[in-house]
């Protein structure tokens, strides 16, 4: 089975943004020395415990400290940038670092309606920025490619079609990959013949139907003659079941918080966690997290993790490792992260 990492960045209540990037960055080499196959950045603003706002700079940074890993976003959110921008970069990316490249592109804003407005500036063209997104996959694809794309102007200014290049001389482009947490995204992957991820790890609804509905609609294309998917989980790997149900909760309770629109801060500390009291709406997203979570010992994460793979037919798992950590530890270190990969991967390699 090939294992994969999603990463959000999340930023403690003890660590600075600096201190959760040296953290990132140290999980991104126990990856790459473990053998994980990706590892990808999430996209999300203005939220307190995620530092991942800009996936292309922190895809950069993480690929001059690894060798082998291929490094993605996971995903970009397409309606918050021109995608003539987004694929400048990853083109640039694939460039600097042929074959390792991914680019993952989701619809979601990945934040709140204000951000997203400034996110997107006086060219903002609001939902009809979401409403343009299979075009705008289209056109991030065509200018990633070594022909360009033909801007067609009026004759008065060009006699013939204007060509656009995400750079001057492509040899490889990175591989593309749709995210999606809904039947939309599924249909369209499978319309546009795209390799496709369900973002389990989020939702946790409707995996099974969105697969198959993939699966059954799928168009060969020139990026995918045949349907290439897998799944995101949320996961934390400890010696004792108990102690990665504890390095797991801040994590719960911040997604209770979340859903039920409570104010978010940075993730809390294990002992701060466990003092907490939510209300009933709030433990009730804590609760069905836990239960869609791979979370226990070795055996029984590596168990979890075989089981889901058998049940949506996939070779492949992302985790996404979002164990907290326990007060008096180093802040520049993400320890049970770690230990989540390294867990992991000496039961399942």
Do not use: C
């Amino acid at each position: 089975m090939r294992l994969s990492v999603l990463d959000l960045i999340p930023v403690r209540t003890d660590q600075s943004t600096a201190a959760a990037l040296t953290a990132t960055t140290h999980l991104a080499q126990t990856a790459d020395r473990l053998g994980y196959t990706r590892y990808w950045i999430a996209e999300h603003h203005n939220m307190p415990a995620v530092a991942a706002t800009s996936p292309p700079v922190v895809i950069a940074h993480l690929a001059a400290h690894t060798a082998q890993l291929r490094l993605g976003s996971g995903g970009v959110m397409l309606p918050n940038h021109a995608p003539l921008a987004v694929a400048e970069q990853f083109a640039l990316l694939e460039a600097a670092h042929p074959g390792r490249i991914d680019l993952g592109i989701g619809r979601a804003p990945g934040s709140d309606p204000v951000t997203s407005l400034a996110l997107r500036g006086a060219a903002g063209r609001g939902d009809r920025d979401i409403e343009a997104f299979p075009q705008y996959l289209d056109d991030v694809v065509a200018l990633m490619g070594a022909r360009g794309v033909r801007v067609q102007l009026p004759r008065d200014l060009l006699r013939e079609g204007y060509v656009l290049k995400a750079t001057p001389a492509a040899v490889t482009e990175p591989r593309l990959w749709l995210l999606g947490s809904s039947m939309y995204s599924a249909h369209l992957a499978a319309a546009k013949g795209l390799p496709y991820v369900f973002a389990h790890h989020f939702s946790g609804h409707g995996t099974a139907e969105a697969l198959a509905v993939y699966r059954d609609e799928f168009q060969p294309s020139d990026l995918a003659s045949q349907p290439i998917t897998f799944l995101t989980v949320n996961a934390v790997v400890a010696e004792t079941t108990d102690e990665a149900k504890a390095l797991l909760l801040p994590q719960l309770q911040m997604m209770g918080r979340l859903h039920t629109g409570q104010p978010l801060g940075a993730l809390d500390l294990v002992e701060d966690a466990q003092a907490t009291r939510m209300t009933p709406q709030a433990e009730a997203v804590v609760q069905a997290g836990l239960q869609r979570a791979v979370v226990g010992s070795p055996t029984e994460a590596a168990d979890q993790v075989r089981a889901l793979a058998q049940e949506f037919d996939v070779d492949e798992v992302m985790v996404n490792p979002v164990a907290s950590a326990r007060r008096g530890g180093e802040p520049s270190a993400a320890t049970a992260r770690d230990a989540t990969l390294e867990l992991l991967a000496k039961e399942l390699f």
